[in-house]
């Protein structure tokens, strides 16, 4: 996406703001500040409703333990999971898991922008770097 302004990024975090309760998106809010938008568009609305996309992605990746795995995880892992992200976090964060089988054995765990890995894959990775 192209560079977007000073006065839109405000303007868009302000959105953003207006679109979460407690701290989390509401789809209701997301759904008044869309139709807000349609009633009064703004200048360059491409951009506007880009960005605003991205934000409240990355909002609700916050929330979300993306759990990627080569084989079998029991559910009291997950479980066991979502709760250290949560207490980690001081948000809820509930967990997903994804079949990767690429990472051969182990789990790699993405809260938003942080990843956390113990995999084979990863360790391998690690060890070819420092060759």
Do not use: W
Request: proline share 7%; hydrophobic share 50%; net charge positive.
């Amino acid at each position: 996406m192209a560079a977007v302004p000073a006065k839109t990024r405000v303007f868009v975090k302000q959105l953003v703001q207006l679109s979460l309760v407690n701290g989390r998106v509401s789809s209701e809010q997301v759904a008044g500040v869309l139709e807000y938008l349609e009633k009064h568009p703004p200048a360059r609305p491409q951009v506007v409703l880009g960005y605003y996309r991205d934000l409240i992605a990355a909002e609700l990746a916050k929330g979300e333990a993306r759990i990627e795995h080569a084989g079998p995880v029991a559910p009291s892992a997950v479980a066991a999971i979502a709760a250290a992200m949560t207490r980690r976090y001081g948000r809820p964060v509930e967990a997903v898991t994804l079949p990767n089988p690429a990472l051969f054995a182990g789990l790699r765990v993405r809260v938003a922008d942080d990843v956390f890995e113990s995999s084979v894959s990863g360790q391998l990775a690690a060890l070819a770097a420092s060759c």
